[in-house]
């Protein structure tokens, strides 16, 4: 869980933004899945108002019907948005509106399928988005997440508007692997 001051229209303060993801009994990786979710416990994320850390008070409990491995909240203009990491789809950046954080909205929704620019280095392995963040680039404004996946290497999209992300660049891994000499595996985590 991470904390993020925001300031829109409908919230100044502090959230608290949890990922659900069920660990331990009940947990099935994607890669073993076969396509089936994962097992027991409840997904999605909960957000929290935590500006008086001794008084937490629960603005939204499992919104997103999807385990969540991470979570990134940063503030653009009078609006918040939180990328949210989904353990269980290939499209599995979820860019949610937190900008009314009792009522978020999910507004985008993108992975690998959508990138196929991105998927000429994939490594040994399956595609597994592992941690994300966003931030403005000083030099031309724009908004860029950065994503760190395993198989995949770092995808990087321009979230400047938030309901299109769109594909920029991604890593490249030499093959062979010049300290290896085998292929690569494309983790960038």
Known sequence: PKVTHIETPFFEGEILIGSNEVCGNGFIPRQQSKGLSFGGGQGGINIWDVTDPLKPK??????????????????????AYTLVVDDEN???????????????????????PDWPDANDNIGVGEIFLH?????????????????????????????????????????????????SGEKPDGNSH
């Open 131 to 179: 941690d994300g963040w966003v931030q403005q680039d000083p030099t031309d404004g724009h908004f860029y997440a950065y994503l760190s996946y395993w198989d995949l290497g770092l995808v990087v999209l321009d979230v400047t508007d938030p309901k299109n992300p769109m594909f920029v660049s991604d890593s490249d891994y030499p093959d062979p692997d010049p300290a």
């Open 58 to 79: 629960n603005l939204k409990s499992r919104f997103l019907p999807f385990q969540v491995h991470n979570t990134f909240t940063w503030q653009q203009g009078q609006n």
């Open 90 to 112: 290939l499209r599995d950046v979820h860019i949610v509106d937190v900008t009314k954080p009792q009522s978020p909205k999910e507004i985008a929704v993108t992975g690998a």
